[in-house]
């Protein structure tokens, strides 16, 4: 079942003040494009919007469109991509075409345009649709119709203002916070893609209402470069930002322990009104870009307890370069969120079946591994240094942790109202209740 943009699926939603009773179970939502998975970046290139076409097919063949309620999202409009980014870096990207190298030689130089981020049909209408499914899922969340809203075409988090990085144009996730800051007071975002979340982190890099946490591998040289431990903010932001630099081919038990240790008195300090999640595939083992040798269990649990707080979410894809597993580990994790235990024996009418040939199972055995080079001693060093961080952004004077600032909750304005710049000032610079 697709619903449209302006159905109701929560009919009993206007009864809420009525009844102040919710179901234990999670709402959830599926924002899904059916267009988006359709986009070629060219042949050899490692990104495949396809995967969300597969991921998908396995969603549906588990049945587990059944457990949530699954829309159509509109595109993300122009002047909605153009509340982070600069007008002419649209502009450029709504009409530029893959014969027009030499036409725009030094302009491809100056938005990044190359190799890496190329130039293909249809690369606009892509990022709007990407762009358009996660602006939905923040807007079912923001009008309460909703606890965790899914798109595994978003969560292309290295975009820039103004510059297209890592195979990402248009940053949906920085939209869809954008968004959430007009009726949240606090966003938490964490990423568990292999790389650095650097294009979410330098957009609220000067913030205290968005905590950007980010697990990845680092070397001061491995894609993009950033993330070192001491990268955590700046001016009103500074603390506010969290790197977790991973050395190649970390395990489970590492990941996830580490994970829970630091988001836990995260959540617990930053006190979220929403997380969002980015949920890159690239951290699994195997992967063609990847160095880490996570199972797709392990990174779902990621995904498990962080859903554990009852916190409205925003889930979203990101990087994954092994096709099969990356619609795995998506499907398991949409498993994981409408709380439905599927078994790992892969759905025989799904029309990929084939693709997951020799073992047709949601959970593959990983056998060969990554070096581990992390030692327990760094993921303890790391463990430490983060509650320290956490200890400062518990004490900055600026921020009431209880409180949603009223002068935001005046901003329930209809959806399509797009933030002018005096407004981002607003949202980004008010100190809550400062
Ligand atoms: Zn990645």
């Not at 980015?278 to 083992?285: F, R, T």
Request: include cysteine.
């Amino acid at each position: 079942m697709v619903l449209e943009e302006t159905d109701t699926p929560f009919k009993d939603v206007e009864y809420g003040s009525f009844f102040s009773f919710r179901p234990q179970k999670r709402r959830v939502t599926y924002h899904l494009d059916e267009q988006v998975g359709n986009y070629h970046y060219g042949d050899k290139h490692p990104m495949k919007p396809h995967r969300i076409t597969i991921a998908n097919h396995l969603v549906m063949g588990y049945g587990l469109h059944n457990k949530m309620d699954v829309y159509s999202p509109r595109k993300a409009t122009f002047n909605e991509m153009a509340s982070f980014h600069r007008e002419d870096y649209l502009d450029f990207l709504q009409r530029v075409t893959p014969d027009d190298a030499e036409t725009y030689a030094d302009t491809f130089q100056n938005f990044n345009i190359g190799a890496d981020c190329p130039i293909f049909d249809g690369v606009y209408e892509f990022s709007q649709r990407s762009a358009g499914a996660s602006l939905d899922a923040s807007r079912k969340l923001t009008q309460g119709q909703t606890d965790i809203a899914i798109n595994w075409s978003g969560g292309l988090h290295h975009a820039k203002r103004a510059e297209a990085s890592g195979f990402c144009y248009v940053n949906d996730i920085v939209l869809a916070i954008l968004n959430m800051l007009r009726y949240f007071p606090r966003v938490l975002y964490i990423d568990i893609d292999i790389h650095h979340g650097d294009g979410v982190q330098q957009a609220f890099y000067e913030s205290d209402r968005v905590l950007t946490v980010s697990f990845h591998k680092y070397n001061g040289d491995f894609f993009p470069a950033t993330g070192n431990f001491d990268e955590n903010g700046i001016k009103g932001g500074k603390y506010f930002a969290m790197n977790i630099p991973l050395d190649d081919g970390i395990g489970d038990d590492q990941y996830t322990s580490l994970y829970k240790s630091i988001i836990e008195p995260t959540i617990n300090t930053f006190q979220p009104s929403a997380i969002v999640l980015q949920c890159g595939a690239d951290s699994l083992g195997y992967d063609r870009l990847g160095v880490f040798n996570l199972s797709i269990r392990a990174h779902g649990e990621c995904v498990k307890f962080t859903k554990s707080f009852n916190i409205p979410m925003l889930v979203v894809g990101g990087g994954g370069y092994t096709l099969r597993n990356v619609a795995r580990a998506w499907c398991y994790e949409t498993s994981i969120c409408v709380d439905e235990s599927v078994p790992s024996q892969l759905p025989k009418d799904t029309s990929y079946y084939e693709f997951f040939s020799p073992d047709y199972t949601l959970h593959p055995k990983l056998i060969t591994k990554i070096e581990n080079k992390n030692s327990p001693k760094m993921l303890e060093d790391l463990r430490i240094r983060a509650l320290e961080q956490l200890r400062y952004l518990g004490s900055a004077p600026s921020v009431q942790m209880q409180q949603i600032p009223p002068d935001l909750t005046g901003h329930l304005d209809e959806e399509d109202e797009c933030l002018n710049d005096e407004f981002l000032d607003k949202v980004l610079d008010v100190r809550v209740n400062g």
